[in-house]
């Protein structure tokens, strides 16, 4: 026995030198990570970038980083959270290059010293959507910073500050009836806001709903201040830091054809409509068709008995 320990232990022991050992996927990166001009495959702890479909999947990150960007995403990219995920950087968490889609189950934290996440694209139809997922955001300044490009709630829970600015501060900002947002810090954009039956809670020592050029709000209810009375007069509102939006949302399916703001039972209707139209178009030339073959037949028919009546009594005649 003692003798098979002594040999077992030295292949352990090797085994243990020469095989490489998996990588925690709690490991702490320290410096910052760029995709925006990789074009191979790149694979670290907690995150994978897959070039081939331009998908980059979180997965138990937790990058802590002096560098000025924990991670830069390119245009077109679509994120993937799994697990719990962390980024904190000393200027912004996430650098986002263009087209950017956030989705999955996971969570993700982001720490920014300006911005939690910062949109540099300038192509004013650039978006960033999250479309589900777990987010708390920190920025020291904006928790979300867009100048140009679009941003685009849709889904999910996120949670999201702007210590010394806004919670978001974009150029269009839109929010979807799906999405839960609690956010300390005003909402702001410079060209035009669409909010429509989101949830949402803001905490601000501004007005919490700021648009340049248009504000719309659509399937909601406002409510101000810490009572969260009804929101009914501007001079209600002006002494008070909270607005509180609740969601009015017709969870009822809506038309595919003509937008939200039509039933779907229109679409059933102007489908047998259509049916109704097609067989018309096939059925009626078919039937006129039969008819006129009907009647020429007949007439020929009747052409024949007169004309066998007319032989007949001309021989009838003759025969006189």
């Not at 028919?301 to 066998?308: G, I, L, V, Y």
Request: proline share 2%.
């Amino acid at each position: 026995m003692k003798r098979s320990i002594r040999f077992v232990l030295p292949l352990l022991l090797i085994a243990l030198t020469v095989l490489p050992l998996p990588v925690s996927a709690k490991t702490v990166l320290t410096d910052g990570v760029s995709l925006l001009n990789v074009n191979q495959h790149v694979q670290g702890p907690g995150f994978d970038w897959n070039n081939m479909t331009d998908t980059l999947t979180l997965d138990g990150l937790n990058l802590m980083t002096a560098d000025d960007y924990g991670f830069k995403i390119p245009d077109g990219a679509t994120v993937v959270l799994k697990g719990k995920n962390h980024i904190k950087a000393s200027v912004a968490a996430l650098y986002i290059g263009g087209n950017v889609i956030f989705r999955g189950s996971g969570s993700l934290t982001l720490e920014g010293g300006e911005y939690g996440i910062l949109c540099q694209a300038t192509d004013h139809n650039r978006q960033l959507t999250i479309t589900d997922g777990t987010y708390t955001i920190l920025g020291g300044i904006d928790g979300v910073r867009s100048d140009d490009q679009k941003v685009a709630l849709s889904g999910g829970k996120i949670t999201v500050t702007g210590t010394d600015g806004y919670a978001v501060n974009a150029r269009e900002l839109r929010t979807g009836n799906n999405v839960t947002v609690k956010a300390v810090g005003s909402f702001r954009s410079s060209y035009s806001m669409l909010l429509q039956g989101s949830n949402l809670t803001i905490e601000s020592k501004e007005p919490a709903l700021i648009s340049d050029k248009l504000l719309k709000l659509d399937s909601m209810t406002l409510k101000a201040g810490s009572s969260l009375d009804s929101l009914t007069s501007v001079d209600a509102y002006q002494n008070e830091t909270a607005l509180l939006t609740r969601s009015t949302f017709d969870g009822s399916r809506r038309s595919m054809l003509f937008g939200d703001a039509v039933p779907f039972f229109v679409d059933v209707i102007v489908l047998i409509a259509v049916l109704l139209l097609l067989a018309a178009v096939i059925v009626l030339p078919i039937l006129y068709k039969r008819k006129k073959t009907l009647a020429a037949v007949a007439a020929r028919d009747a052409a024949e008995a007169e004309a066998k009546r007319l032989k007949k009594l001309n021989k009838k005649n003759t025969g006189k």
